[in-house]
């Protein structure tokens, strides 16, 4: 069952047309350029591309439009990738290939600018996935909120029969009294001396 899980493949990407060209040796110090390959509509071959992803990996396969017959592949890493843009061109790519231990670097083109962004959002995105399987997040790790106190939590209810009081300033009171918001019996009211009603707010509308 195990082995039946891994050989499952599920497609990321799929490009109808590609180009691929035989490039140059790398300039120290220096990136890819598209202009160094010789003649673009001159391609080495043309064909598809599929981005295929197992339990294991993603492969970057390089088949033939009509028979599916593998001209090149390449595994890719996210921590060592084997794509790399070029600098004069958002169409073209270098890709590290690899067959029986050996490694070569082939360019690659698209016809479309839209097909080569949404080459590079598959890689971006199974990217990101890896990286969340193989740092996630630990549930200990989780560090509690500054706006929260800390401590064990202060019951400050008030319990049955008690009450509280506030001072209202510019009102005179007796002495060893005070006014009790909350004391049984009180009444809210002007002539009583009470605390004295606010007005309602005024309405967005004006008669």
């Given at each position: 069952?195990e082995?039946?899980?891994e050989?499952?493949e599920s497609?990321l990407?799929i490009a109808?047309e590609?180009?691929v ?13 598209a ?8 391609p080495?071959w ?9 339990k ?13 017959e593998?001209?090149?592949q ?27 231990g050996k490694?070569a670097?082939i ?12 080459f590079n959002v598959?890689l ?8 969340a399987?193989?740092?996630p997040p630990?549930?200990?790790s989780e ?13 400050y209810?008030l ?28 009444t809210?009211?002007g ?6 009603l606010?007005?309602?707010?005024p ?5």
């Amino acid at each position: 069952m195990e082995g039946f899980e891994e050989d499952i493949e599920s497609v990321l990407y799929i490009a109808r047309e590609i180009s691929v060209y035989k490039i140059p040796p790398l300039r120290v110090n220096e990136g890819h350029r598209a202009n160094d390959w010789g003649d673009l509509a001159n391609p080495l071959w043309k064909g598809r591309l599929r981005i295929v992803e197992t339990k294991k990996n993603a492969t970057l396969k390089f088949e033939d439009s009509q028979t599916g017959e593998v001209f090149a592949q390449a595994e890719y890493d996210p921590l060592k990738p084997s794509v790399e843009a070029v600098l004069d061109s958002s169409r073209y790519f270098v890709v590290r290939v690899e067959d029986a231990g050996k490694k070569a670097y082939i360019g690659m083109g698209f016809a479309e600018r839209t097909d080569s962004f949404d080459f590079n959002v598959a890689l971006q995105d199974y990217t990101k996935r890896c990286k969340a399987a193989l740092n996630p997040p630990s549930p200990t790790s989780e560090t509690p909120s500054p706006h929260v106190p800390s401590g064990p939590k202060r019951d400050y209810s008030l319990k049955e029969g008690q009450t509280f009081s506030i001072s209202i300033p510019g009102k005179s009171r007796k002495h060893g009294t005070s006014t009790s918001l909350l004391s049984s019996g009180s009444t809210v009211s002007g002539s009583s001396g009470g605390i004295p009603l606010l007005p309602p707010p005024p309405s967005g509308r004006q008669k």
